[in-house]
């Protein structure tokens, strides 16, 4: 049943853009769902999708916008399942909720008016580590805090053709050497990339001016973060905290994995937040049409997500 909704809603449209027509028909699709589950509809100023029971304290869900090249799972999964457990739950208080536009800001989450006490979100992991594990479940001890900025290297440019190679200022040169030092920086319990550079005047027969390179850094722990942001010495544009997440999972998967999440979830700005990932298959693709987890995964992590419900409610 679970793969089958995710199957509809990517039957609406692959490309779902938050507070466009397909998210909207996405979540008047999930809007029924809900009321089949037994669930009180309504929808708050920011556009959020709830579906309650009750006087909720609980609450559970994730978002149904996409980016334009999507999977099936990312973010329809949490929604999906979340009402699977509501429905298992039939006389448990609890809100079910699909979060506007989380690909684009997240939007929805960040304008929440009311506040749970605790919010459970399900969600596939989007990289390999589980797989590699060889683990179905993993529970997400925080949400990673980012740094970005760019480092700008100047050189001068010559003749690609009449210039001896000592006499050359290449900036090109001193930012390939950049690229190797992040990559050697981070490891320890952060992850850092130069994913954007820019070259000047980017002719094949000039001698490279001016190169700007952009760096995103990443970690759970903020003293990393910092330490390597000082260490790379690039100019920061901005830098955002690491998030730590609630035990709700942890109590009922004792043995399963404990992992970071380096990307962002609408987790980080729900108060007493706690998020479960389910293993990504085919490499961990993720934002991409083949993005997998297996039916067998989901059907752990609806148990896993329904267990912790039934045990916050109680
Ligand atoms: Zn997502």
Redesign the pocket.
């Given at each position: 049943m679970i793969v089958e909704r995710l199957e509809q809603i990517y039957a609406i449209a692959q490309h779902r853009a938050g507070y466009s027509a397909e998210e909207d028909a996405a979540h008047e699709l999930a809007a029924g769902w809900m009321r089949e589950a037994g669930l009180d509809v309504s929808v708050d100023d920011a556009g959020n999708l709830f579906g309650k029971r009750g006087a909720p304290r609980v609450w559970a869900g994730?978002?149904l916008d996409s980016v334009p090249t999507g999977g099936r799972f990312?973010?329809a999964l949490g929604v999906v399942a979340a009402i699977e457990a509501a429905a298992r739950l039939p006389e448990a208080p609890l809100a079910v909720v699909a979060f506007r536009a989380?690909e684009t800001g997240p939007m929805g989450s960040k304008r929440l008016a009311e506040l749970p006490d605790a919010y459970l979100e399900l969600?596939i992991e989007q990289g390999p580590v589980l797989a590699s594990l060889g683990e179905p479940l993993g529970v997400v001890t925080a949400i990673a805090g980012q740094a970005r900025g760019f480092r700008v290297f100047e050189g001068r440019a010559d003749h690609a053709g009449t210039t001896p190679m000592d006499r050359r200022d290449d900036a090109l040169v001193q930012a390939a050497k950049f690229v190797l030092h992040v990559r050697e920086c981070a490891g320890e319990g952060t992850v850092a990339t130069v994913g954007s550079i820019e070259v000047e005047p980017n002719a094949t027969n000039v001698v490279p001016a001016k190169v700007t390179v952009s760096v995103d850094a990443r970690s759970a722990d903020a003293k990393l973060l910092d330490a390597l942001v000082e260490e790379l010495d690039f100019e920061l544009q901005w830098r955002s905290d690491p998030v730590p997440m609630g035990d709700a999972f942890a109590a009922i998967l004792p043995d399963a994995p404990r992992l970071v999440s380096g990307a962002g979830?609408d987790a980080m700005f729900v108060p007493g937040s706690s998020l479960l990932f389910v293993r990504s298959l085919n490499g961990g693709v993720s934002h991409h049409p083949d993005e997998l987890s297996s039916a067998e995964d989901i059907a752990l992590a609806v148990d896993a997500l329904t267990a912790a419900l039934a045990r916050l409610v109680s």
């Open positions: 994730s978002h990312d973010g989380e969600h979830h």
